[in-house]
């Protein structure tokens, strides 16, 4: 017979409850059970779950910020004439509230920042469907128009902040675009280009670690992932399913897509290497939505079929609980 003691260097403990403050690791008998039990780290699954409602539905609109800190500006509104909006609206972690609204309605537009007091609004189709390089900064209360792209474009993929921001790809006619551009706080100035022309691309990451995955490159819903240095693209590890216009937010080595069209509920995670697909899907199935946040703590928005539904992302992580040790 196995000597356990021996081995472990201790006895298993026995009680007739549960310990009321264990430790990782630690390991008992509880004989009110007949149960071997232990204290062990185990992942939590991933999540959907419902947030507040926009005030305005609306689509291809870009997100900024996190979780409990949004903001949602510009896009092409349900309801509205002219379509497009200059609708700006901020969440809270529970709700949405309209504030000042951008100098040009736009949409198409791409949307960075780390919070919601300090974000930048760009590129896009205005009202006229007139293609834009224009540039508005936002400081918590108001838009100012700064100096624009040197290319004017839509669909877009995006990452960084209000003061060092990266664009990259989207679609300006007649042919989608691999060029690339950099943001100082000042000034755009063209960074190397995507090695494929693409559009309808997502971005994640930093101005100096980004992320571009999925669009339409040539064909609709590619699966094609390039990885951004500070200074080259790299084409890397495609994605598991095709789409283009998905919310993309997180970074570099651990992202999110969520959405995308044709009209998608799918979620899938990169780890820096892969891609997988997650078990936890939204609840409404949309394209062109805006996102934001973190692969742990994330939030999309609006979308097509023109929508007002907010999802709150809880990603995959790790807890300690108390388990049953079983023989399977």
């Known amino acids: ?47 959907w779950a419902s947030g507040g409602n926009l005030n305005t539905a609306r689509t291809q609109n870009g997100g900024a910020g996190t979780q409990t800190a949004a903001l949602g ?3 092409y509104a349900s309801g509205s004439s002219p379509y497009n909006t200059t609708a700006v609206e901020s969440y809270n972690g529970s709700s949405w509230t309209a504030v000042a609204s951008l100098n040009s309605d736009v949409r198409g537009n791409c949307v960075a920042g780390g919070t919601n007091t300090a974000v930048l609004s760009f ?7 007139t293609f834009t390089a224009q540039t508005e ?6 838009w100012t128009i700064v100096n624009s792209l040197n290319l004017q474009r839509s669909g ?15 679609y300006f006619p007649p042919p989608n675009r691999n060029n690339s551009e950099s943001w100082n706080g000042t000034s755009w100035t063209n960074t190397p280009t995507l090695n494929t022309v693409v ?4 971005g994640a990451g930093i101005q100096t670690a980004a992320l571009s995955f999925g669009g339409n ?41 969520a959405g995308g069209q044709p009209s998608s509920n799918a979620t899938e995670l990169y780890n820096g290497t892969t891609w997988s697909s997650s078990p936890a899907n939204l609840t409404t199935a ?10 742990s703590l994330g939030l999309v928005y609006g979308g097509l079929p023109f929508s007002t539904a907010t999802e709150e992302w809880t990603g995959p992580s790790t807890a300690l609980q108390t388990k049953t040790i079983t023989t399977s």
């Not at 590129?123 to 469907?129: A, D, E, I, P, S």
Request: net charge neutral; glycine share 16%; aromatic share 6%.
């Open 199 to 202: 559009s309808g691309n997502a």
């Open 137 to 142: 900064s936002w400081n918590g209360s108001s």
């Open 123 to 129: 590129l896009g189709v205005q009202g006229n469907n």
């Open 156 to 170: 877009a993929g995006r990452a960084g902040t209000q003061t060092a921001a990266l664009t990259f790809g989207g």
């Open 73 to 75: 500006a510009g896009g």
């Open 286 to 295: 949309r394209g062109d939505l805006g996102g934001t946040g973190t692969q």
């Open 217 to 257: 490159s040539p064909t609709p819903a590619t699966t094609q992932t390039e990885s951004w240095n500070g200074t080259s693209w790299t084409i890397v590890n495609s994605m598991n399913t095709g789409k283009l216009s998905r919310a993309g937010f997180g970074t570099q080595t651990a992202a999110v897509a």
């Open 1 to 47: 017979m196995t000597n356990y003691t021996g081995i472990q260097g201790q006895n298993i403990l026995i009680v007739s409850s549960d310990p009321a403050n264990p430790v990782e690791g630690q390991i008992w008998y509880n004989t009110t059970s007949n149960t071997l039990k232990d204290y062990q780290s185990v992942v939590v699954n991933a999540a």
